[in-house]
């Protein structure tokens, strides 16, 4: 009854959020739309801080479990790497609180906010770095620094995410996400070259 209790909560919190904002949205607000005493929320989070970040984490977690989801489906490490673009567009839209983060400015940003933010960009780092990683214990992959691709592909997405996901739709994201792997995979030359040379 408690964990309903507080899903309840939560679920309610996350629309609020995502449609007023954390500093429009009221405590108050929250309990009479989920048709609970305000009491019960402050017992169950102590104030609107811990229920907004609670919310936060939630999303992140939700995206992390649909990408790790979705690349343990493939066999192949390209396939994988769609897979977790693709993923991660089609959840990031669903996550509306965590895109609000990237729409405010970084002095509106709770300070927990911005670690839930961190933390979500460095698991998807990892995730990316598992998957070339194995592309190149495979020979399907060239990188001379794993760690660094998978950070510059990770911020690189990042980069995209606000543009793509509020003024596109998503059969356009798609056709942007098939480009820039086919990119990613091939290059832009049609000779094999070193960028540093």
């Given amino acids: 009854m408690k964990q309903e209790k507080a899903k309840l909560i939560l679920d309610t919190a996350k629309k609020m ?7 429009k949205t009221t405590l ?4 009479r739309v989920a048709r609970v005493a305000k009491a019960t929320i402050y017992n169950y989070f102590g104030s609107k801080e811990r229920v907004y970040l609670e919310v936060l984490r939630r999303e992140a977690n939700e995206i992390v479990e649909k990408i790790s989801s979705s690349v343990d489906q493939k066999v192949l490490p390209g396939d994988k790497l769609i897979a977790f673009a693709r993923t991660k567009f089609r959840y990031m839209r669903k996550a509306i609180n965590i ?4 729409r405010e400015g970084i ?3 709770l300070p927990g ?8 960009f460095e698991r998807e780092v990892n995730i990316i ?3 070339l990683e194995e592309g190149v214990e495979k020979d399907i992959f060239r ?3 794993v760690p660094l691709a998978a950070r510059a592909i990770g911020h690189g997405l990042r980069g995209f995410k606000i543009n793509w996901l509020v003024q596109e739709g998503e059969e356009q ?8 792997m086919n990119i990613a995979f091939y290059g832009l030359t049609s000779e094999k070259r070193c960028v540093n040379a």
Avoid: V
């Fill in 17 to 23: 959020f995502g449609r007023y904002g954390p500093q």
């Fill in 28 to 31: 108050d607000e929250i309990a």
């Fill in 99 to 102: 895109l609000n983060l990237d």
């Fill in 107 to 109: 002095e509106k940003i």
């Fill in 113 to 120: 906010a911005e670690s839930i933010r961190s933390e979500l």
């Fill in 129 to 131: 770095r598992s998957i």
């Fill in 143 to 145: 990188l001379n620094n």
């Fill in 173 to 180: 994201i798609e056709h942007y996400l098939d480009e820039l």
